[in-house]
C-alpha cells in the first residue's frame, strides 16, 4: 500500500530543494498529482495532503472521477492525447489541456469552451525529441501554432509541454528540457507582453530535479505520489 500523503511530502521536499538549487522559488513550481488509473479514494488522500491540482490521461474515466469529486476544491488539468471527436467534453470538464498538438484540436476547444467558464488554459504539446511514436508539433513548427492559436478566444495560451525521451542520468535529461525552454523563449520574442508564454509543463517523477532546473513551472507526477500504476 502506498502512502500517498507521506510521498506527498516526500516529493514536494524534491520540488522544493531543485528549486533551491536553481535559485528559484519554489512557489513558480506547480506539483500536479497525475491521478489516471487512480480512484476517487486515491485523489482524496492527496486532497488531504494538500493537493488541490490534478492530471488526467482518458477522458471518460476522468470525467467520471470529476463528477465523484464534484464537492471538493480542485482543479482539473487534461494531459492525454485529445482527439478531434472529443474536444467538447475537455473544453467542459477542465480549467486545463497540456497536450494540444494541433490547430484544429486548438479550434474546437475554443469554439466549444462554455461562455460561463473562464478561457481554458492551454498547452502546446511539442515533440522536442522528435520521436515518430509521440504526438506534438515538431519544434519548427510551434512558433506558428502559437501566433495561430494565441488569437482564439475560448483559449488562453500558457506555455509548452513536452514528454522527452526516457534517459538515465540527469546531465542526459536537462538536453530535451533546455532545449523546450528555449523554443518557449523563442516564441515569446514574437508576442505581445500580454501574450507571453508564462508555463513549461515538464518533468515527471523520474525527471523533475532536471526539469525545474530549466525552468519548469508544472511538475506533472503520478508514480511517486500515487505508486507504481498495474
Ligand atoms: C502518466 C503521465 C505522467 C506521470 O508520469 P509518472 O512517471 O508516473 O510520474 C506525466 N505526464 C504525462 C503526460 C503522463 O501521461
Not at 516526500?10 to 531543485?18: F, M
Not at 507582453?193 to 508555463?199: G, Q, Y
Request: proline share 4%; charged share 25%; with cysteine.
Amino acid at each position: 500500500m502506498p502512502n500517498i500523503e507521506n510521498n506527498i511530502t516526500l516529493v514536494t521536499a524534491r520540488v522544493n530543494q531543485a528549486a533551491i538549487a536553481a535559485g528559484r522559488s519554489p512557489d513558480e513550481i506547480l506539483l500536479l498529482a497525475v491521478s489516471k488509473t487512480r480512484s476517487a479514494e486515491d485523489i482524496r488522500s492527496a486532497i488531504n495532503a494538500g493537493i488541490r491540482e490534478f492530471g488526467e490521461n482518458y477522458l471518460q474515466e476522468a470525467v467520471e472521477k470529476i463528477a465523484q469529486l464534484a464537492a471538493e476544491n480542485v482543479q482539473w488539468h487534461f494531459i492525454g492525447p485529445i482527439q478531434s471527436n472529443k474536444t467538447r467534453l475537455v473544453a467542459e470538464n477542465f480549467r486545463w489541456a497540456h497536450s494540444v498538438d494541433r490547430l484544429k484540436i486548438a479550434q474546437r476547444l475554443s469554439e466549444q469552451r462554455p461562455s460561463g467558464l473562464p478561457p481554458l488554459n492551454i498547452c502546446l504539446q511539442v515533440n522536442i525529441d522528435n520521436e515518430a511514436s509521440k504526438s506534438g508539433f515538431a519544434t519548427e513548427e510551434t512558433e506558428a501554432a502559437a501566433l495561430a492559436i494565441v488569437q482564439l478566444p475560448g483559449l488562453k495560451l500558457r506555455g509548452l509541454m513536452a514528454i522527452p525521451r526516457a534517459e538515465p542520468t540527469y546531465d542526459q535529461q536537462i538536453v530535451a528540457f533546455r532545449a523546450l525552454a528555449d523554443l518557449r523563449d523563442r516564441i515569446n520574442q514574437s508576442l505581445d507582453n500580454s501574450e507571453k508564454l508564462d508555463t513549461l509543463s515538464m518533468g515527471m517523477s523520474s525527471d523533475l530535479e532536471a526539469a525545474i532546473s530549466q525552468g519548469s513551472t508544472i511538475v506533472r507526477v503520478g508514480t511517486d505520489i500515487f505508486g507504481k500504476r498495474t
